[in-house]
């Protein structure tokens, strides 16, 4: 199979590497532009072959994560090969291999795959890690790459593979069986991992052994899994071709000794069936032979465990009994059915459901106060909002801070978030202010607590510190931020710094809130026009006189507010109007530099507001723009011939907008002048 395009994203087959007769691996190599990733390592007796095939794409010093699904006993071995030949990047995999790879201190950076909800790495938006428990292992897991819609799917859809073999579907169909049949418990945890794949959208199937699965046939290799069957026991077939199933019931039974293996005390298991016709392995806990067969051996095992332990014990079975019954249709235990143990299996039944009531209940309680959390935290970040930190603000206000101590706020904006929304798109935009959380969280001293600022910033706060301490702090992410790996483009941030004690003592507390907020802004705003990777605090002397006078002329309440706030970081006077009247009014009160106008307004429009004030001589100089969701030919040629100045197509884009009034106000001012 060829490897997979997705633009800057590929996947590639490293394989097949011989193992033995009937065993090939293999192992896939994702890359792109932000990261790559090796899908598991070789056993150490194909390395070399592996060796040669990876190095063909890339080198080891490049790689940047190695994902490790499924272990043997050369695994680590094999890492510390990779190690040697360079990599530095970062090993996810399950807790087990990474107690082992502490264990034996090998140098390498590692995360759990149960830990990755808490981390910003670049590929967290296109990987998705599955677990699938006791495929063959307890902690396994399989990955599902969301750009090329490839699931590497270790050892769930692996085969035995033969070289002269021609792989027809009914062929890779029964050697999946196979395979399954020989490494896997059963097909009861496989369907529970195919209820998952169910909810993702898949084309390929990359398996670590045996025959890869193209798009073609994908979709019939998962239907056939879903309907596998078995148990460690086979399915012969009748002549019209029902299966009659011949069940093991040594299997069975070693089913619910494991049970009891997982919940007491190994010792007291093999004590319990010292002496019983059933005969335990000593090693591995495992019932290995017995004189009892068939249906003697299912009721006398449970009336023998009664015998010995009483009724808790079969009550922690009765769970697995209950579904092993319907699996095989298998009838209830003679001693399930005593009125003894009928009777205390309904007390417990009662008790468990009293149980579950009361989580349910106490669920119901966390639920609504994680409910109430959620609505005070931002989706993207996590972090709680801005309003959080105001109420917060006004208690701070409450009680005076110690001697020459204050409490600071630092506003970051990363200075290409904009940018990286138009060419990445707005989820790569998204992941972007993750990793600034991320970046910042990672440098940031422990007596700082983030919030998401009410537009693209970050809130850094610190309570009890000197102007030194804050300034410091910002540098220091000015620094983190710039030097970051995590982000898709270089990228670098703008700080803007304020402390409490710059507002007058004597305002009152609502007051001083907002003069802090609005403080925070203006210095961002003054960031901003002085270029990228500034740090603003008041030692910039922010000027008091305004910009100009901007009449706002729109009913689109979103617009309008969001205009609103930039031309007022900008130092801009803006004055609102929602009709065309009350425009006109406006700017025969007082003096307007620049009026913005949206084209579509109730009773009269835009165009008309520009006829009006053309036929004016007072007014018919001032700059006129028009913003509108409908910028055809028609309204441009309108335009034009009213000579408005500039037309601008909804959503705005601000840069664009702010250059162009910058130079509408240069012109003004020169026409003035003459």
Same mark, same amino acid.
């Given at each position: 199979?060829?490897?997979?395009?997705?633009?800057?994203?590929?996947?590639?087959?490293?394989?097949?590497?011989?193992?033995?007769? #009937? !065993?090939?691996?293999? @192992?896939?190599?994702?890359?792109?532009? /932000?990261?790559?990733?090796?899908?598991?390592?070789?056993?150490?007796?194909?390395?070399?072959?592996?060796? @040669?095939?990876?190095?063909? !794409?890339?080198?080891?010093?490049?790689?940047s994560f190695i994902t490790i699904q499924h272990s043997d006993m050369t695994t680590l071995d094999v890492l510390n090969k990779v190690i040697d030949q360079g990599f530095k990047g970062t090993v996810i995999t399950h807790e087990f291999i990474i107690r082992q790879i502490i264990n034996l201190n090998i140098p390498i950076q590692w995360i759990s795959i149960d830990q990755l909800d808490h981390t910003s790495f670049s590929f967290r938006a296109q990987i998705q890690f599955i677990k699938t428990r006791f495929l063959p292992y307890p902690d396994g897991f399989i990955t599902y790459d969301h750009v090329s819609k490839t699931l590497f799917s270790a050892y769930l859809f692996s085969s035995y593979y033969k070289a002269h073999a021609v792989p027809s579907l009914d062929y890779i169909e029964k050697m999946i069986f196979q395979f399954e049949k020989a490494y896997l418990p059963s097909s009861e945890y496989i369907r529970l991992v195919m209820r998952d794949l169910e909810k993702i959208k898949l084309s390929t199937i990359y398996p670590s052994f045996g025959y890869l699965i193209d798009p073609s046939i994908a979709l019939d290799v998962l239907e056939y899994v879903t309907k596998?069957?078995?148990?460690? !026991?086979?399915?012969?077939?009748?002549?019209?071709?029902?299966?009659?199933?011949?069940?093991?019931?040594?299997?069975?039974?070693?089913?619910?000794?494991?049970? +009891? /293996?997982k919940n007491y005390p190994r010792i007291d298991v093999l004590n319990t069936f010292t002496g019983s016709p059933f005969h335990l392995d000593q090693s =591995?806990?495992?019932?290995?032979? =017995?004189? $009892?067969?068939?249906?003697?051996?299912?009721?006398?095992?449970?009336?023998?465990?009664? /015998?010995?332990?009483?009724?808790?014990w079969l009550i922690l079975l009765e769970p697995s009994l209950r579904f092993i019954m319907a699996r095989f249709q298998l009838e209830l235990p003679a001693i399930y059915r005593t009125e003894l143990v009928k009777y205390h299996l309904e007390v417990h039944h009662l008790t468990e459901k009293q149980k579950e009531l009361e989580t349910t209940i106490e669920s119901l309680r966390s639920e609504i106060e994680s409910a109430k959390d959620h609505m005070l935290r931002d989706p993207i970040t996590g972090l709680y909002l801005q309003g959080v930190l105001k109420e917060m603000m006004y208690k701070h206000f409450e009680h005076v801070a110690p001697k020459g101590k204050t409490r600071g706020i630092i506003?970051? !904006? $990363?200075? @290409? +978030?904009? *940018?990286i929304n138009r060419r990445y798109g707005k989820e790569t935009g998204n992941e972007s202010l993750r990793n600034l959380v991320y970046t910042i969280e990672k440098g940031k001293s422990d007596f700082v607590s983030l919030f998401k600022q009410q537009g693209p910033g970050i809130l850094a706060v610190m309570e009890d510190v000197t102007k030194e301490m804050i300034v410091k702090e910002a540098e220091n992410y000015r620094n983190l931020i710039s030097e970051s790996p995590h982000f898709i483009d270089k990228v670098t941030a703008s700080m803007a710094v304020v402390t409490c004690e710059e507002v007058n003592p004597e305002l009152l507390v609502n007051d001083k809130v907002k003069l802090i907020f609005d403080l925070l802004e203006k210095r961002m705003a003054l960031a901003h026009q002085r270029g990228m990777n500034e740090l603003?605090?008041?030692?910039?002397?922010?000027?008091e006189a305004k910009e100009g006078n901007i009449l706002l002329v729109d009913q689109d309440l979103m617009s309008r507010n969001m205009l609103y706030r930039l031309f007022?970081?900008?130092?801009?006077?803006?004055?609102?109007?929602?009709?065309?009247?009350?425009?006109?009014?406006?700017?025969?009160? @007082?003096?307007? *530099?620049?009026?913005?106008?949206?084209?579509? #307004?109730?009773?009269?429009?835009?165009?008309? $507001?520009?006829?009006? $004030?053309?036929e004016s001589k007072i007014f018919h100089q001032i700059p006129f723009v028009m913003v509108s969701h409908n910028k055809t030919l028609e309204n441009i040629n309108r335009a034009n011939t009213l000579d408005v100045d500039l037309i601008l197509e909804k959503p705005v884009i601000p840069e664009e907008l702010i250059g162009h009034i910058k130079r509408l106000k240069e012109r003004s001012k020169m026409y003035d002048r003459q």
């Amino acid at each position: 199979m060829k490897e997979q395009f997705h633009s800057q994203h590929k996947v590639l087959p490293l394989g097949p590497f011989i193992v033995d007769r #009937l !065993h090939t691996s293999y @192992q896939y190599l994702i890359q792109n532009d /932000a990261y790559s990733m090796l899908i598991d390592l070789p056993t150490l007796q194909v390395y070399d072959l592996f060796h @040669q095939a990876f190095l063909s !794409h890339q080198s080891f010093e490049t790689l940047s994560f190695i994902t490790i699904q499924h272990s043997d006993m050369t695994t680590l071995d094999v890492l510390n090969k990779v190690i040697d030949q360079g990599f530095k990047g970062t090993v996810i995999t399950h807790e087990f291999i990474i107690r082992q790879i502490i264990n034996l201190n090998i140098p390498i950076q590692w995360i759990s795959i149960d830990q990755l909800d808490h981390t910003s790495f670049s590929f967290r938006a296109q990987i998705q890690f599955i677990k699938t428990r006791f495929l063959p292992y307890p902690d396994g897991f399989i990955t599902y790459d969301h750009v090329s819609k490839t699931l590497f799917s270790a050892y769930l859809f692996s085969s035995y593979y033969k070289a002269h073999a021609v792989p027809s579907l009914d062929y890779i169909e029964k050697m999946i069986f196979q395979f399954e049949k020989a490494y896997l418990p059963s097909s009861e945890y496989i369907r529970l991992v195919m209820r998952d794949l169910e909810k993702i959208k898949l084309s390929t199937i990359y398996p670590s052994f045996g025959y890869l699965i193209d798009p073609s046939i994908a979709l019939d290799v998962l239907e056939y899994v879903t309907k596998t069957e078995f148990f460690n !026991h086979h399915l012969h077939h009748q002549k019209d071709d029902n299966p009659i199933v011949e069940i093991n019931f040594i299997e069975i039974m070693n089913e619910f000794i494991g049970i +009891l /293996a997982k919940n007491y005390p190994r010792i007291d298991v093999l004590n319990t069936f010292t002496g019983s016709p059933f005969h335990l392995d000593q090693s =591995t806990v495992t019932l290995k032979k =017995t004189s $009892l067969v068939d249906y003697k051996l299912w009721h006398y095992f449970f009336e023998y465990i009664y /015998a010995k332990k009483g009724i808790t014990w079969l009550i922690l079975l009765e769970p697995s009994l209950r579904f092993i019954m319907a699996r095989f249709q298998l009838e209830l235990p003679a001693i399930y059915r005593t009125e003894l143990v009928k009777y205390h299996l309904e007390v417990h039944h009662l008790t468990e459901k009293q149980k579950e009531l009361e989580t349910t209940i106490e669920s119901l309680r966390s639920e609504i106060e994680s409910a109430k959390d959620h609505m005070l935290r931002d989706p993207i970040t996590g972090l709680y909002l801005q309003g959080v930190l105001k109420e917060m603000m006004y208690k701070h206000f409450e009680h005076v801070a110690p001697k020459g101590k204050t409490r600071g706020i630092i506003l970051i !904006h $990363l200075d @290409q +978030l904009m *940018d990286i929304n138009r060419r990445y798109g707005k989820e790569t935009g998204n992941e972007s202010l993750r990793n600034l959380v991320y970046t910042i969280e990672k440098g940031k001293s422990d007596f700082v607590s983030l919030f998401k600022q009410q537009g693209p910033g970050i809130l850094a706060v610190m309570e009890d510190v000197t102007k030194e301490m804050i300034v410091k702090e910002a540098e220091n992410y000015r620094n983190l931020i710039s030097e970051s790996p995590h982000f898709i483009d270089k990228v670098t941030a703008s700080m803007a710094v304020v402390t409490c004690e710059e507002v007058n003592p004597e305002l009152l507390v609502n007051d001083k809130v907002k003069l802090i907020f609005d403080l925070l802004e203006k210095r961002m705003a003054l960031a901003h026009q002085r270029g990228m990777n500034e740090l603003i605090d008041e030692s910039y002397k922010l000027s008091e006189a305004k910009e100009g006078n901007i009449l706002l002329v729109d009913q689109d309440l979103m617009s309008r507010n969001m205009l609103y706030r930039l031309f007022k970081r900008l130092n801009y006077e803006v004055i609102l109007a929602d009709s065309v009247v009350e425009a006109f009014q406006t700017i025969q009160k @007082q003096k307007i *530099d620049i009026v913005i106008s949206e084209i579509n #307004l109730s009773k009269m429009d835009g165009f008309q $507001l520009k006829t009006m $004030l053309n036929e004016s001589k007072i007014f018919h100089q001032i700059p006129f723009v028009m913003v509108s969701h409908n910028k055809t030919l028609e309204n441009i040629n309108r335009a034009n011939t009213l000579d408005v100045d500039l037309i601008l197509e909804k959503p705005v884009i601000p840069e664009e907008l702010i250059g162009h009034i910058k130079r509408l106000k240069e012109r003004s001012k020169m026409y003035d002048r003459q």
